[in-house]
């Protein structure tokens, strides 16, 4: 048997806390190595465009409106940025800058609310409506 020089002379009391302390040691690194979850990242990787440099960065947006979010400005000029959108009869890319959408008339109906909701999506090449967001790479 393999003896540490000591040992021996140490009473039970001082064995009994020297053993609960190395197993509370090895019980935090199982933990911390196996069973630790990692928080959850908020937010969705988007696709991002710069409207004054043109600069098309992915990163990940909380809340793109929110003028406190630090993730939607650009790296190059420091100008906030919008979602890249690609317009499907053009093919121009532009950054979307989401803006207060227009009131609904008072009796309008679903099908022009629709089309209300559709122009704040427009084109600037071309004014099609046809845009959609341009997904990530």
């Not at 933990?31 to 710069?50: H, S």
């Not at 959108?85 to 093919?91: A, I, L, M, T, V």
Request: glycine fraction near 6%.
């Amino acid at each position: 048997m393999i003896s540490i020089k000591g040992w021996s002379k140490l009473g039970n009391s001082w064995k009994w806390a020297i053993f609960s302390l190395l197993s509370l040691a090895l019980a935090s690194v199982v933990y911390l190595n196996f069973f630790r979850v990692a928080p959850e990242e908020r937010g969705a990787l988007r696709t991002l465009k710069c409207p004054k440099c043109r600069h098309v960065e992915e990163k990940v947006v909380v809340d793109i409106s929110d003028p406190a979010e630090t993730q939607c400005t650009c790296s190059e000029c420091g100008e906030r940025m919008g979602y890249l959108f690609k317009c499907e009869d053009c093919q121009y890319e532009f950054s979307l800058i989401e803006k207060e959408p227009p009131k609904p008339e008072p009796g309008m109906k679903t099908m022009a609310k629709f089309h209300l909701a559709l122009e704040a999506r427009k084109c600037p090449n071309c004014g099609s409506t046809h845009t959609g967001p341009v997904p990530v790479k």
